[in-house]
């Protein structure tokens, strides 16, 4: 099993920033990328960012040039540095773990979600 624990949510005024923070544990060999998503009310979830193992990033148009993902392998962290936030960016954010279809231990081969963490932008 893979555990996520994600923090650093709350609650700030638009044009600001927030770090949130992703704690992995349990089957860390099942860990390869991490992803962020999000999910305001009313909306389907939506990915928001991504790193892979080595570091590749990708991004959602929405947040390309105000988010920055970034790992902490040695703590076993991932991290989304959220600046110039805006009003559409308030939402449940979540970390993932994705599946691994291919992998040789059937406890990767699903996703694995955190509990998510509230961030709210107001005006």
């Known amino acids: 099993q893979v555990q996520l624990v994600e923090s650093g949510g709350g609650s700030v005024q638009a044009g600001g920033s927030l770090r949130l923070s992703c704690v992995v544990s349990?089957?860390?060999?099942?860990?390869?990328?991490i992803n962020w998503y999000r999910q305001a009310p009313g909306k389907e979830r939506e990915f928001v960012s991504g790193?892979?193992?080595?570091?590749?990033?990708t991004y959602a148009d929405s947040v390309k040039g105000r988010f920055v993902i970034s790992r902490d392998n040695a703590k076993n962290t991932a991290y989304l540095q959220m600046n110039s936030l805006k009003l559409e960016d308030t939402a449940m954010y979540y970390c993932k773990k994705p599946a691994v279809p291919t992998h040789w231990h059937i406890q990767c081969r699903r996703d694995y979600w955190g509990q998510g963490t509230q961030v709210s932008v107001s005006s």
């Open positions: 790193i892979s193992a080595g570091g590749t990033t």
């Open positions: 349990g089957s860390l060999y099942c860990v390869n990328n």
